[in-house]
């Protein structure tokens, strides 16, 4: 039987891994979930905020790609690499989180939207609802089992047709935008007096990471560039092309209906925005275009999932078995792993009465380490010197950018707030047993002594964590 060649991804496959896997769910609640906390002035400092610090990230993902080509497996390897063992397998383990989370919410607001007409759905969480969701997580799982070149090809012929519903809803809204009406929302109208602009912006902030979580898709399959160069500049291309999407469906939403009419609008909620402008045919095209939108997602974040657990094991960092593959050069255990886990959670949207929002925000904090490390470990290259040309430090420019994008990512911990924080070390405490599986299989020691503070500082969180979900003083 003939080997399957090795597998090469040019720059615009790439780059549509990394605009497939952020171009999901999140775009189409941009209305709702901005207009519930701030209005326009408040959305445009937090696409400000949002916009530099992941443009800092994304250069910080080129400049690792560029000094330290042999670190191929994307955001845990630079962590590991930086930090240490069990800081780069928290970072990998959370990553691994973050696409199973985020592949629950896609399937829940699919869901919701039929609900809007199948009342059997409801809001995505409803016994049918998890039903036909977990039929489509193992349709998919077998898809991708056959191979992830053709998943790839299709990623990249769903990532330009869920692009066009986006272009032509920005086109009729923008010749539906009122002046007047977008004055009416810039400093927040009614219901948001109390609020100061502050906390306006800072309740944008897990939402602006949500639609930016895949910016680093490109360099979680670095292994398969045809050229080194073309992660870095994937990651670019991508990043500033959905920002302006972002920003533009954020920003003209604002001019079509009054803030306190967007905070009420059914996910998603741009097909209420453009049915207010072109009637009921609109929130039909949207609500096409989200799944569609949402499948392509899906399937990206499926394939990062598994080539995040598959690429740790590699390198050591998850148990071996997660190395496996099939004949089609599939990590299989590693994506069985990957899609056990999203059932699980999916059963869990049951008992949850806002499952997308907790889904969003929760997804948004497991991230922030990865990205926290990521930064940090640039920042110690560029001031330490190494992997540049010999001399004391890195450009002055990496290290600025570097440093900014560290500062930014501890910003979100602070704007994300401590709830989300404890929410996920109650994933990062019970996970370390695939720490302590690994390091015994290969016959490390399992921590070290800051280690060991690291691990005991976790555990104690999600002690305290599931106590106050026990006694109500958490809540989800």
Same mark, same amino acid.
């Given at each position: 039987?003939?080997?399957?060649?090795?597998?090469?991804?040019?720059?615009?496959?790439?780059?549509?891994?990394?605009?497939?896997?952020?171009?999901?769910?999140?775009?189409?609640?941009?209305?709702?979930?901005?207009?519930?906390?701030?209005?326009?002035?408040?959305?445009?400092?937090?696409?400000?905020?949002?916009?530099?610090?992941?443009?800092?990230?994304?250069?910080?993902?080129?400049?690792?790609?560029?000094?330290?080509?042999?670190?191929?497996?994307?955001?845990?390897?630079?962590?590991?690499?930086?930090?240490?063992?069990?800081?780069?397998?928290?970072?990998?383990?959370?990553?691994?989180?973050?696409?199973?989370?985020?592949?629950?919410?896609?399937?829940?607001?699919?869901?919701?939207?039929?609900?809007?007409?199948?009342?059997?759905?409801?809001?995505?969480?409803?016994?049918?609802?998890?039903?036909?969701?977990?039929?489509?997580?193992?349709?998919?799982?077998?898809?991708?089992?056959?191979?992830?070149?053709?998943?790839?090809?299709?990623?990249?012929?769903?990532?330009?047709?869920?692009?066009?519903?986006?272009?032509?809803?920005?086109?009729?809204?923008?010749?539906?935008?009122?002046?007047?009406?977008?004055?009416?929302?810039?400093?927040?109208?009614?219901?948001?007096?109390?609020?100061?602009?502050?906390?306006?912006?800072?309740?944008?902030?897990?939402?602006?990471?949500?639609?930016?979580?895949?910016?680093?898709?490109?360099?979680?399959?670095?292994?398969?560039?045809?050229?080194?160069?073309?992660?870095?500049?994937?990651?670019?291309?991508?990043?500033?092309?959905?920002?302006?999407?972002?920003?533009?469906?954020?920003?003209?939403?604002?001019?079509?209906?009054?803030?306190?009419?967007?905070?009420?609008?059914?996910?998603?909620?741009?097909?209420?925005?453009?049915?207010?402008?072109?009637?009921?045919?609109?929130?039909?095209?949207?609500?096409?275009?989200?799944?569609?939108?949402?499948?392509?997602?899906?399937?990206?974040?499926?394939?990062?999932?598994?080539?995040?657990?598959?690429?740790?094991?590699?390198?050591?960092?998850?148990?071996?078995?997660?190395?496996?593959?099939?004949?089609?050069?599939?990590?299989?255990? !590693? $994506?069985? +792993? %990957?899609?056990?886990? @999203?059932? /699980?959670?999916?059963? =869990? &949207?049951?008992?949850?009465?806002?499952?997308?929002?907790? !889904? $969003?925000? +929760? %997804?948004?904090?497991? @991230?922030? /380490?990865?990205?926290? =490390? &990521?930064?940090?470990?640039?920042?110690?290259?560029?001031?330490?010197?190494?992997?540049?040309?010999?001399?004391?430090?890195?450009?002055?420019?990496?290290?600025?950018?570097?440093?900014?994008?560290?500062?930014?990512?501890?910003?979100?911990?602070?704007?994300?707030?401590?709830?989300?924080?404890?929410?996920?070390?109650?994933?990062?405490?019970?996970?370390?047993?695939?720490?302590?599986?690994?390091?015994?299989?290969?016959?490390?020691?399992?921590?070290?002594?800051?280690?060991?503070?690291?691990?005991?500082?976790?555990?104690?969180?999600?002690?305290?964590?599931?106590?106050?979900?026990?006694?109500?003083?958490?809540?989800?």
């Amino acid at each position: 039987m003939n080997q399957p060649t090795e597998q090469k991804f040019a720059l615009p496959t790439l780059t549509a891994m990394v605009v497939g896997s952020m171009v999901g769910a999140g775009i189409f609640s941009l209305p709702q979930t901005f207009g519930r906390v701030t209005g326009g002035l408040g959305a445009l400092i937090a696409w400000a905020i949002a916009g530099s610090g992941m443009l800092m990230l994304a250069f910080v993902f080129q400049t690792l790609a560029r000094r330290k080509p042999e670190l191929d497996a994307g955001v845990f390897a630079y962590a590991k690499a930086g930090f240490g063992n069990y800081p780069g397998f928290l970072s990998a383990l959370g990553y691994w989180t973050v696409c199973c989370l985020g592949n629950v919410s896609y399937w829940v607001l699919i869901k919701s939207t039929l609900g809007a007409l199948f009342p059997i759905f409801g809001d995505g969480n409803t016994v049918a609802a998890v039903a036909v969701s977990s039929l489509g997580v193992w349709i998919v799982h077998f898809l991708i089992l056959r191979g992830v070149r053709q998943a790839a090809f299709i990623n990249t012929v769903v990532t330009v047709a869920k692009i066009i519903p986006i272009l032509i809803f920005l086109v009729f809204v923008g010749f539906g935008f009122k002046a007047d009406i977008f004055a009416l929302n810039f400093h927040g109208g009614p219901g948001l007096e109390a609020e100061g602009l502050f906390a306006q912006v800072r309740g944008t902030m897990l939402v602006t990471v949500f639609v930016f979580v895949g910016i680093e898709g490109a360099s979680v399959y670095s292994r398969y560039a045809r050229k080194r160069s073309d992660v870095g500049l994937a990651t670019l291309f991508g990043f500033l092309g959905v920002l302006c999407l972002l920003v533009l469906v954020t920003m003209l939403s604002y001019g079509v209906l009054l803030r306190p009419d967007l905070a009420e609008l059914r996910n998603p909620s741009m097909a209420g925005v453009l049915r207010a402008v072109v009637g009921p045919w609109g929130a039909v095209f949207i609500s096409i275009g989200l799944i569609v939108s949402v499948l392509g997602a899906y399937l990206s974040w499926s394939l990062l999932a598994a080539e995040v657990l598959f690429s740790a094991a590699k390198r050591e960092s998850m148990p071996a078995f997660l190395a496996a593959e099939n004949r089609n050069k599939v990590p299989f255990a !590693a $994506l069985w +792993l %990957t899609n056990i886990l @999203i059932q /699980l959670f999916l059963i =869990l &949207t049951l008992f949850a009465e806002q499952a997308f929002l907790l !889904a $969003l925000k +929760l %997804t948004s904090s497991m @991230i922030l /380490l990865p990205y926290l =490390l &990521t930064a940090a470990y640039a920042l110690k290259l560029a001031w330490s010197g190494e992997g540049y040309e010999p001399q004391a430090r890195g450009p002055r420019g990496d290290i600025v950018r570097a440093a900014l994008a560290t500062v930014y990512a501890l910003g979100l911990i602070y704007a994300g707030g401590l709830k989300f924080l404890l929410l996920s070390l109650v994933i990062y405490a019970p996970g370390t047993v695939l720490f302590l599986v690994t390091q015994k299989e290969r016959g490390h020691r399992i921590f070290t002594p800051a280690e060991l503070v690291l691990f005991g500082t976790v555990a104690a969180g999600a002690v305290l964590t599931l106590y106050g979900l026990a006694t109500g003083r958490i809540s989800v």
